[in-house]
C-alpha cells in the first residue's frame, strides 16, 4: 500500500496554481491601466 | 521606432497564448490526479513532479534565455533584445517561485524535511535571488541605456549557472534526485508517468511564450507611456 500522503500534493497543486494565476492576473491589469 | 499598436497587438496574442496555457495547466492537474498512477513507495506526493518538474524547466530555460538575451545585448546594444531578456528573467522568477514552494511539499512526507541545504536546492535558490536582484536593479536605474548595460552583465550569468544548477546532481553528493527525463540515456519514468511530465513541460513552455510576449509588450507600452510624460513636461 501506498503512503497515505495526498495531503501534500493538494497543498503543492493550490500554491503553485495560485502563483501561476496570480502572475497571469498582475500581467493582465498591468497592461490593462497602460492601454 | 516603437509602435504602439503592435504593442497593444502583441498583449493580445500574449493573453490568447496564456489562456491557451492555463486551460492546460487545468488539463495538466486533471490528468495527474485522476489518470495518472500512484507511486507504490512516495505515495500521492510523489506526483508533486507533474508541476514542480515543469515549474523548474520553465524556470531554467527562462533564466538561460535571459543569459543568452543578455549576452546578445552586450554585442548587439539593442532595445529589443533588452526588453526581451527583462521578460525572460522576470519569467524565470515567476516560474522559480512555483518551483521553490511545490518542492518542499514534495520533500517532507519523502525525505522527511521541507528544506535541504545540499547543493541542487541551494545552489537554485541562490539562481533565482540573483534574478530577484537583477529585477530589483532595474526597477532601481531609471537611465535606459545604463540600465540595460548593467543588468546584462548580471543576466549573462544566467548562462553560466543553469547548466551548473543542472549538473549539480552528478557534482556532488546530493539528497535531489538525478533527473528522470532530461538525462544521457533516454527518460526511465514509465510511460504513463512520462507522458503526465511532458504535458506538464509544454504547459510551462507554452505559458512562459504567453507571458513573455506580454511581459515583452507591457515594457513597450511602459517606455512609451515614459516618452509622453518627458515630452509633456
Redesign the interface.
Known amino acids: 500500500m501506498p503512503p497515505d500522503n495526498a495531503g501534500y500534493m493538494y497543498a503543492a497543486y493550490i500554491i503553485g496554481g495560485v502563483l501561476v494565476v496570480a502572475y497571469a492576473v498582475y500581467l493582465f491589469f498591468r497592461t490593462q491601466r497602460l492601454k | 521606432m516603437i509602435d504602439r499598436s503592435r504593442a ?1 497587438q502583441l ?1 493580445r496574442r ?2 490568447i497564448i ?1 489562456v491557451i496555457g ?1 486551460v492546460g ?1 487545468v488539463g495538466l ?1 486533471v490528468r ?2 485522476a489518470f495518472t498512477p ?8 510523489q ?2 513532479m507533474y ?2 518538474v515543469p ?1 523548474a524547466w520553465g524556470a531554467l530555460m527562462a533564466i538561460f534565455m535571459a543569459g543568452v538575451l543578455s549576452a546578445a545585448y552586450l554585442w548587439l546594444k539593442d532595445d529589443r533584445v533588452d526588453r526581451a531578456a527583462a521578460a525572460s528573467a522576470e519569467v524565470g522568477v ?1 516560474f522559480g ?2 518551483m521553490l ?2 518542492g518542499p ?2 520533500g ?2 519523502v525525505w522527511g524535511a521541507w528544506w535541504v541545504w545540499e547543493a541542487r536546492l541551494t545552489s537554485t535558490l541562490f539562481l533565482i535571488l540573483l534574478f530577484v536582484g537583477y529585477l530589483v536593479l532595474r526597477d532601481a536605474v531609471s537611465d535606459r541605456a545604463n540600465r540595460a548595460r548593467f543588468s546584462a552583465v548580471i543576466g549573462t550569468m544566467g548562462l553560466v549557472l543553469v547548466p551548473f544548477v543542472h549538473l549539480t546532481v552528478y557534482m556532488f553528493r546530493t539528497q535531489h534526485p538525478e533527473p528522470v527525463i532530461l538525462k544521457p540515456e533516454g527518460p526511465t519514468l514509465p510511460p504513463a508517468m512520462f507522458w503526465t511530465a511532458m504535458l506538464g513541460v509544454l504547459v510551462f513552455t507554452v ?1 512562459y511564450f ?2 513573455v510576449s ?2 515583452y ?2 515594457a513597450v ?2 517606455e512609451l ?1 515614459e516618452d509622453e510624460m518627458q515630452n509633456a513636461a
Open positions: 497593444l498583449v500574449g493573453q496564456t492555463l495547466f492537474i495527474a490526479m500512484v507511486e507504490i513507495r512516495q505515495g500521492p506526493a506526483k508533486i508541476i514542480h515549474a515567476a517561485a512555483v514552494t511545490t511539499f514534495w517532507k512526507p505559458l504567453g507571458f506580454q511581459r509588450a507591457l507600452l511602459e507611456k
